[in-house]
């Protein structure tokens, strides 16, 4: 039975890049010694942007097995773990470009690209600080590189989780943003008294 490629889902590794910084022949010798045929994912991209080709197209995934999508999806892993990393920038201009050509191909429109945990419900994969926004606004070309700058991980990640950012794009502010972000910032202050 050929995969049937419909959708496209995207995994971390949950692997610390800071732990290893080049994971495809590890992650592929793991699923090796589980005895499946190949690496389960038929993409990977490591830290440094590099794309690596995993199990061919049109062989079947083992990647996610809910709702029988390792036949009609092709896997995308990112090499890390973001629940506690953020994936870098050329990982995600490296999936912007992926996920661009693979739509194309198999003309499938924004909504058919996934994070894991939309069907593993009991997972994070691919990563907390990896939300469904960004992946969302890579799918849809909009906004290629947000991954921001070192000195501002700390608070980016914490007015996220506070929900007083929804988007995080590293443009310059409108007036529009700076009046979601205040309400945004009052709401959570209210809520907490
Ligand atoms: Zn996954």
Not at 85 to 113: F, G, I, M, S
Not at 124 to 134: A, I, K, L, V
Not at 148 to 176: F, M
Request: charged share 25%; proline share 5%.
């Amino acid at each position: 039975m050929p995969n049937l490629p419909a959708y496209l889902i995207v995994h971390h590794t949950a692997v610390s890049r800071g732990k290893n910084a080049e994971q495809f022949e590890a992650v592929r010798g793991y699923h090796l010694r589980k005895g499946w045929g190949d690496i389960g994912y038929h993409y990977f991209i490591e830290p440094d942007g590099t794309v690596k080709k995993g199990r061919a197209e049109n062989s079947v995934g083992a990647h996610t097995k809910q709702k029988l999508m390792n036949y009609r999806s092709l896997g995308i892993a990112l090499a890390g773990n973001f629940d506690s990393e953020n994936p870098t920038e050329l990982q995600l201009k490296a999936l912007a470009k992926l996920l661009k050509k693979l739509r194309t191909k198999y003309n499938l429109p924004v909504e058919r690209v996934a994070p894991h945990r939309y069907y593993a419900t009991y997972k994070s994969c691919p990563g907390t600080r990896f939300t469904d926004q960004m992946l969302e606004q890579l799918a849809r070309g909009e906004v290629e590189t947000f991954t921001p700058p070192a000195w501002a991980e700390a608070g980016v990640a914490w007015a996220a989780e506070q929900k007083i950012l929804t988007q995080i794009t590293g443009e310059p502010i409108s007036d529009y943003r700076l009046a979601a972000i205040l309400y945004n910032f009052v709401k959570s202050k209210v809520a907490q008294l």
